[in-house]
């Protein structure tokens, strides 16, 4: 059994528990959280898993890495604190072992991340022979390994588009929504997620695997964007009211442009309310949300993915594919050798003992 530690328990740690609790290769040794309110509180309680399993939470970090586990999930969040997301898990990596996490976006393709990123990682391989797999949903395998695999099964192919589209009223991150997305807020108010540039570091790293893996040479990487004001007031069961006139839906896109063209595309949809911009692309069944995949091309291949748990809820669902993704990417990667590795390197593996399997 690989020993494997939760570091961080809030949207995706929780889900995090309840992943390595139930993958056969894994053993939960640890579960480190920075609430002290959380500090000896069972993990699972902290998973949402109704039965404890015997580990308590700690905000003792250096115990935690001493004991030398083999695998960490890093879950907690890299959005408003990359600096500290970078420094414990290059920490983590140093102690030896091999970590798994959805971050720090810059990471997802290694190959080109900045040196400020990229540098510190390599110098903990190199130092405590760890790992790291930086990867998520959007950007994840929603634009590296479900596009690729159905590109596959094309005679031709004109254009990949990948779609997000979700109701982020069902986002449990206030902070992110109102301020990092803009929902809200006046449309005279440039939200940080639309500034230029941005989805390009969010996302580019997704199109330049995508090109890899294609054979093909990017001319450059473009971004559109535009904003719907909501008009009327909204209220949301989750984050409260949203005022008529303010900021309820945008739509970006981040294109690969190969000759010339966009062939390469990787869109976002989000609304804080069904309402706002209700001729933009939206889920097939009008639900919350959803991750969609066209092959343009002959023949052509729309493949839409809804993912949902904790009660129905979307956001939770894709989390889940993220964490699912990660978690059973460890046994792989404990067996390979130390180093960074992208969604091109490490397989997306079937639910090998899993299936129909009870958890302890």
């Not at 594919?321 to 990667?333: K, N, Q, Y």
């Amino acid at each position: 059994m690989i020993s494997t530690v939760v570091w961080g328990t809030g949207n995706v740690g929780r889900l995090a528990i309840r992943a390595v609790e139930a993958h056969p290769a894994l053993r939960l040794s640890a579960v480190i959280v920075h609430d002290p309110a959380k500090v000896g509180r069972d993990a699972g309680e902290l998973g949402g898993l109704g039965r404890p399993l015997g580990v308590a939470a700690t905000d003792d970090i250096e115990a935690v890495l001493a004991a030398r586990p083999r695998a960490v999930v890093y879950a907690a969040s890299g959005d408003v604190r990359p600096d500290d997301a970078l420094a414990d898990i290059t920490r983590a990596v140093r102690s030896g072992a091999v970590v798994v996490s959805p971050a720090l976006y810059p990471l997802y393709d290694h190959r080109n991340a900045p040196p400020e990123f990229r540098d510190p990682v390599l110098a903990a391989v190199a130092e405590g022979g760890g790992s790291l797999f930086a990867s998520g949903v959007d950007p994840g395998w929603g634009n590296d390994v479900l596009p690729l695999l159905l590109s596959g099964l094309g005679t031709t192919v004109d254009v990949i588009r990948c779609q997000e589209m979700f109701d982020y009223s069902t986002y449990d991150q206030p902070d992110s929504v109102r301020y990092l997305v803009g929902m809200g807020q006046p449309m005279d108010f440039e939200p940080m997620m639309l500034m230029p540039s941005v989805p390009t570091m969010v996302w580019g790293g997704q199109i330049r695997m995508m090109a890899r893996a294609l054979g093909v040479e990017l001319d450059e990487i473009r971004e559109t964007s535009d904003r719907r004001a909501l008009d009327t007031t909204v209220t949301t069961r989750t984050m409260g009211e949203f005022a008529a006139g303010t900021q309820g839906a945008i739509r970006f896109e981040v294109q690969g442009i190969v000759g010339g063209e966009p062939r390469i595309v990787i869109e976002h949809v989000t609304r804080i309310h069904s309402s706002c911009a209700p001729d933009w692309p939206a889920p097939p069944d009008g639900g919350d949300g959803a991750h969609r995949v066209v092959i343009e091309g002959r023949p052509r291949i729309e493949v839409t993915i809804e993912a949902t748990d904790e009660g129905e809820n979307r956001s939770a669902g894709g989390n889940a594919t993220a964490v699912g993704r990660l978690v059973g990417a460890i046994d792989w990667l404990a067996e390979a050798e130390p180093g960074l590795y992208d969604a091109l390197d490490v397989p997306l593996r079937p639910a090998i003992g899993k299936l129909g399997r009870k958890t302890s």
